[in-house]
């Protein structure tokens, strides 16, 4: 309204000073000519006047023609000199300063001869115009602010009259923002202003309308996306369900099929016969190998792994990879290298150890010449950098985004990578490496030339050195134990009779004195027949009838454990289970747990170990 005002006030206000400066100047250029002229008028008249008498020098007639000449109206001063100069009558009206005067002289000349014979000079007083003057400038001032008054109002008015819809309008616009899709403003007039108010109206409409479908369409949308993120939760769980199952069911005649042939090899001499078993022990690795990606997979949808970050040196588990792998990078004339470093970082070794093993794994088996280097390199914002580098076939640009996708793999040709005997991956490696690296709270990266090579890194908080290691208990048995089960008495509980023939041949081919048992039951009359305890129970995790937790706790209170006590005897579970709620009560700290199938090798460790720790402890 202000502005609008303004505009409409501005010219009125310019116009009015300027026609008032003009007026007024005119007027008072006017009353100084006014004055001027009378002055010109009287003094003309008084030289006419007094011209005989000066002639004659008649000095009373020229005081008595000055001062009649001084009484007439606005005539101050009257001064009659002759030709020389000698005023000869001089008569004044009155006090008047000399600033409001006009002086006017005139010469008085001879009608005869046209000889100057004096002069008169007349002082008009100026004092009435210059209070005209005043008068015009205060009526002037006076008219030029009842008109600008005049104006303020006209403008403020139509300020009022224009400002007002437009005002409305900007307050249905900031309604309109917040939300309120009923805003409508009343149509004023057939101006311009009424036009807009009209199109607000229909542009509200149909922005309700818009906004109507909108949320509809929406609302249908969302409806369509909670089934399909039902649908997709739902084959979520069913893909963890059907992995866990045959993570669990698939494995077990696998596993008494590693067992059985295994205990094939056992007194075996005839060469034709050791390498059909050697065969067949080729396609049980094989199979091994794809089940424990597929248990790797599982685990790690439903939770099963766990990371348990500690302060690690990266040199052991540098020294862990090159043992791993020193062999297989020399018998296909390939170097291995790694460099050893000082840093220490914080993760979980197992997963950290498990994905390097995977990168190098990888590595060694897509390079044909050159090697492998593994290395770790500080950063400048407090981690590590960790990178496998190899010399091998390299990535193509289109296989890089999806190379860490699950079942995704490269196929090439046959020069794709190097055939590990039967072993043929599911595309589950680099998988697995990003979901372990996800439990890490970090990410693996690759940067890969085809026909270079590629660079593998991921990246963890570095943290200083320790020196003395955090190495649990149960890792650390007593070297001077022997590494020999032989006379070892084993109890095998599994609702498997394969899996318990063929773990009871492989453990009697060792020297162990077996008994075996499908539930709770059998496991107490096997127990009866030994006068100590059993050295070491090996058991399924789950059984037809309970759990394996179930017979180790009831065998616990039959040789009277009270708690505190170490268990009275060494234990072992086996199991396929993934899910992280059949794992969580299981006390790892008197427990091993081994994920099936077992390897014989693998088997014979833990069962060393297991017994070795409960031997320190008891």
């Known amino acids: 309204m202000q502005r609008l005002t303004c505009v409409a006030l501005a010219p009125t206000a310019i116009s009015a000073v300027l026609l008032v400066t003009l007026l007024t100047r005119h007027q008072m250029d006017t009353l100084h000519e006014m004055g001027r002229s009378t002055a010109d008028a009287i003094a003309q008249q008084a030289a006419t006047v007094s011209g005989d008498a000066l002639r004659g020098e008649q000095r009373r007639e020229l005081g008595?023609?000055?001062?009649?000449?001084?009484?007439?109206?606005?005539?101050s001063r009257v001064r009659i000199a002759d030709r020389d100069g000698e005023i000869l009558a001089d008569r004044v009206n009155g006090a008047v300063e000399d600033d409001d005067n006009l002086t006017v002289s005139r010469d008085v000349l001879d009608p005869v001869s046209r000889r100057v014979v004096g002069s008169v000079?007349?002082?008009?007083?100026?004092?009435?115009?210059?209070?005209?003057q005043r008068a015009s400038v205060h009526n002037a001032l006076i008219w030029l602010s009842l008109s600008l008054l005049i104006a303020v109002m006209i403008g403020w008015s139509a300020a009022r009259w224009m400002s007002a819809p437009l005002r409305n309008l900007a307050i249905a616009v900031r309604q309109l923002g917040l939300g309120d899709r009923t805003v409508v403003v009343p149509v004023t007039d057939d101006t311009e202003i009424g036009d807009l108010q009209r199109g607000f109206n229909g542009a509200a409409s149909k922005l309700l309308h818009a906004q109507i479908g909108m949320e509809r369409e929406i609302a249908t949308a969302t409806d369509e996306l909670a089934r399909k993120n039902a649908a997709l939760e739902a084959a979520s769980v069913a893909k963890a369900r059907f992995l866990a199952a045959a993570s669990h069911d698939l494995r077990q005649p696998l596993y008494a099929l590693t067992l059985f042939s295994s205990g094939l090899a056992v007194d075996e001499f005839d060469p034709v016969r050791l390498n059909r078993i050697a065969h067949i022990q080729e396609c049980v690795e094989s199979l091994d190998h794809l089940f424990s990606e597929l248990l790797d997979?599982?685990?790690l949808d439903t939770g099963g792994m766990k990371p348990a970050p500690r302060d690690i040196a990266l040199d052991e588990v540098f020294e862990e990879v090159s043992v791993n792998f020193r062999m297989v990078a020399e018998q296909h004339d390939l170097r291995l290298v790694v460099r050893t470093t000082g840093v220490w970082v914080r993760t979980d070794r197992t997963m950290l150890a498990r994905i390097l093993n995977n990168l190098v794994s990888n590595a060694l088996r897509y390079t044909r010449c050159g090697g492998v280097l593994v290395g770790a390199r500080r950063r400048g914002d407090g981690t590590v950098r960790i990178?496998?580098?190899?010399t091998g076939l390299g990535i193509p640009r289109e296989h890089v985004a999806h190379i860490f996708d699950e079942f995704y793999?490269?196929?090439?040709?046959?020069e794709a990578g190097r055939p590990e005997g039967t072993r043929r991956g599911l595309g589950l490696g680099l998988s697995t490496v990003q979901r372990l690296a996800g439990l890490l709270n970090t990410k693996a990266t690759v940067t890969s030339r085809p026909g270079k090579g590629s660079v593998f890194s991921i990246t963890l908080p570095e943290v200083a050195a320790n020196?003395?290691?955090e190495v649990p208990a149960a890792q650390a048995p007593d070297p001077g134990?022997?590494?020999?089960?032989?006379?070892?008495?084993?109890?095998?509980?599994?609702?498997?009779?394969?899996?318990?023939?063929?773990?009871?041949?492989?453990?009697?081919s060792w020297g162990c004195e077996v008994m075996t048992a499908e539930d709770a039951q059998q496991a107490m009359e096997a127990v009866h027949l030994w006068m100590q305890p059993p050295d070491l129970v090996i058991s399924d995790l789950r059984l037809r009838e309970g759990t394996g937790l179930d017979v180790l706790a009831l065998l616990d209170r039959y040789y009277r454990r009270r708690p505190g006590d170490p268990p009275p005897f060494a234990r072992v579970l086996i199991t396929g289970e993934t899910r992280s709620d059949y794992l969580a009560s299981v006390d790892t700290a008197t427990t091993q747990v081994l994920y099936k199938p077992v390897s014989p090798e693998r088997l014979h460790d833990v069962m060393v170990s297991a017994w070795s720790v409960h031997h320190a402890a008891v």
Not at 387 to 390: A, E, L, S, Y
Not at 409 to 414: A, L
Request: charged residues 20%; negative net charge; proline residues 9%.
């Open 121 to 132: 000079t007349v002082d008009v007083s100026v004092e009435d115009a210059v209070a005209a």
């Open 297 to 299: 997979l599982s685990r």
């Open 409 to 414: 793999r490269v196929e090439s040709g046959p």
């Open 481 to 508: 134990m022997p590494r020999d089960v032989a006379g070892m008495r084993v109890l095998v509980i599994d609702d498997e009779p394969s899996i318990l023939a063929g773990i009871s041949y492989l453990l009697g």
């Open 467 to 469: 020196p003395v290691p």
């Open 387 to 390: 990178d496998v580098w190899d």
């Open 64 to 75: 008595r023609i000055a001062q009649s000449i001084v009484q007439l109206p606005q005539v």
